[in-house]
């Protein structure tokens, strides 16, 4: 039942991305804590620069017209996982730690 419940919040949030976004949809790149539960933090960067996450985060919701780098370390070093923009993705074997806007 829990992956039903999973799905649904998920598929919830993969409809609100592709719609026109209002004030109470989201914006910028969203981290949860677990499968898109628990502790949740909201960015909107507008530089490359490293950003160290509050916790290991597990899932994330894109919502932004970017691509993000994902790493395992606090300090964006060593292998990355590219974030397609308007990408949701539950990163359940990956402890991400920190991001960064691609740099194109």
Known sequence: MR?????????GLVVAVAG???ADEPTG????QADFSGQSVNYTP??????????A??????ASSSAFLLYTT????????TIPATDL??????DVRSFALTRD
Do not use: R
């Not at 992956?3 to 598929?11: E, K, N, P, R, S």
């Not at 790149?29 to 949860?32: A, G, K, L, R, V």
């Open 3 to 11: 992956i039903v419940a999973t799905f649904a919040a998920a598929l």
């Open 20 to 22: 026109t976004a209002s």
């Open 29 to 32: 790149i969203t981290f949860w």
């Open 46 to 55: 507008t530089t490359d620069a490293c950003v160290a996450l509050p916790f």
């Open 57 to 62: 985060v597990h899932s994330e919701l894109n």
């Open 74 to 81: 606090p300090d964006c070093s060593g292998y990355a996982i």
């Open 89 to 94: 993705h539950s990163l359940v074997n990956h």
